[in-house]
C-alpha cells in the first residue's frame, strides 16, 4: 500500500460539496482516505481574475499505481462536472497528486512531487496540519535541489 497525498481545489459552485463529492468517489475507488485537512479558503492562484478557492489535502492509502491513480482523479474531475479551462483557470474541482510514497516521477502528464507544492500555501498550510515531518522533509528537498 502507498501512502498518497492528495490535494483538492474548487472555485465553482458548491465548492465545499465538489470537495466532499469528490473524496466520496475516490473513496468507492481503491482509495482509503486516512486523513482530512480543514478545508481553507484561498486566493486563485496566477491565471485570470477568478472567485477564491476552497482547498484541502488528503492522506490516502491505495494499492493503485501512480498511473492509475492519475487516471482515476481525472475521471472524477471529469464525473463531477470539470471542462477544460486552460493553466490556472477556474474550475468545479481539481485534484493534484501531491506525493505518492517517496516515489520520484518525470514525465509530461505526471510530475510527483507536485513541483509547484512548495510554492502554493494553499497545498503547503493543509498539508503541513495533517503531516508536519512530510512537510518538512518537501520543504528540506526542494530548498537544497534534490
Known amino acids: ?3 498518497v497525498y492528495l490535494g483538492l481545489g474548487s472555485n465553482i459552485g458548491d465548492r465545499k460539496r465538489y470537495i466532499l463529492q469528490a473524496m466520496a468517489h475516490l473513496k468507492s475507488k ?3 482516505i486516512t486523513k482530512i485537512s480543514r478545508i481553507i479558503e484561498t486566493e486563485a492562484c496566477g491565471g485570470p481574475s477568478q472567485s477564491k478557492f476552497l482547498n484541502a489535502v ?3 492509502t ?3 499505481s ?6 482515476l482523479v481525472k475521471k472524477i474531475e471529469k464525473i463531477l462536472g470539470r471542462k477544460p479551462a486552460g493553466r490556472n483557470g477556474p474550475r468545479v474541482i481539481d485534484i493534484d497528486i501531491l506525493l505518492y510514497d517517496n516515489l520520484k516521477i518525470k514525465n509530461p502528464d505526471l510530475k510527483i512531487p507536485h513541483p509547484r507544492m512548495h510554492e ?3 497545498v503547503m498550510q493543509p ?3 495533517i503531516a508536519p515531518d ?3 522533509k518537501v520543504k528540506y528537498a526542494n530548498h537544497h535541489g534534490h
Do not use: Y
Request: hydrophobic share 50%; no cysteine.
Open 66 to 71: 501512480p498511473e492509475q491513480l492519475l487516471n
Open 58 to 60: 488528503i492522506q490516502t
Open 1 to 3: 500500500m502507498a501512502i
Open 134 to 136: 512530510i512537510f518538512r
Open 62 to 64: 491505495t494499492e493503485l
Open 127 to 129: 498539508l503541513s496540519e
Open 120 to 122: 502554493r500555501n494553499f
Open 30 to 32: 481503491e482509495v482509503l
